[in-house]
C-alpha cells in the first residue's frame, strides 16, 4: 500500500508540475523552470513531515481496530458492535431503548429472527418503533 501511495505521489507532482512549468519552458527561463521542479515538491513535503503526520498510517496497521478513549479496543465491525450490544442487554434486559437498538441492528445484519425477538422484548418493555421515531 505504501508504495502505491508513493507512486500516486509522484504522479501527481508531475502532472501539476507540468502544468505549473509550461509557461516557464523558453530557454530564458530554464533555469527557473529547473529550480521550481526540485524546489516545489521538496517545499512541499518538508511542510507535511513538519505539519502532518507522517506515521499515522504505521501507528495502525489494522486499520478495522481503534482504540475508545478508556484505552479498550474498539470492534472494527458492525457485527462485533451488535454482538457486544447484545451482550450488553444480557446484562440489562430491561433497557428497553437498547432492546429496540438491537432489533434495527438485527434488521440491517439480514437476521430477521434475531430483529423479531429484540422487537418483541423492546415491546414486552413498553417500547415500539413508533415511539423511537417521535422527536
Avoid: C, H
Avoid at 465491525?77 to 450490544?85: K, Q
Avoid at 446484562?91 to 429484540?118: F, H, I, M, T, V
Amino acid at each position: 500500500m505504501p508504495a502505491i501511495f508513493l507512486v500516486a505521489t509522484v504522479v501527481m507532482t508531475i502532472v501539476a508540475l507540468s502544468f505549473l512549468l509550461k509557461p516557464l519552458a523558453g530557454a530564458e527561463r530554464r533555469a527557473l523552470s529547473v529550480v521550481l521542479a526540485i524546489a516545489l515538491p521538496a517545499f512541499a513535503t518538508g511542510v507535511y513531515l513538519s505539519l502532518g503526520s507522517p506515521g499515522v498510517a504505521s501507528a495502525y496497521p489494522n486499520a478495522t481496530t481503534a482504540v475508545v478513549a478508556d484505552n479498550r479496543p474498539m470492534a472494527g465491525s458492525i457485527s462485533s458492535l451488535v454482538e457486544g450490544l447484545a451482550a450488553r442487554l444480557e446484562e440489562n434486559p430491561e433497557d428497553s431503548k437498547g432492546w429496540l437498538l438491537l432489533a434495527k441492528s438485527y434488521e440491517q445484519l439480514n437476521r430477521p429472527d434475531d430483529a423479531r425477538y429484540a422487537y418483541a422484548r423492546a415491546a414486552a418493555l413498553g417500547e415500539t418503533l413508533e415511539d423511537a421515531e417521535k422527536p
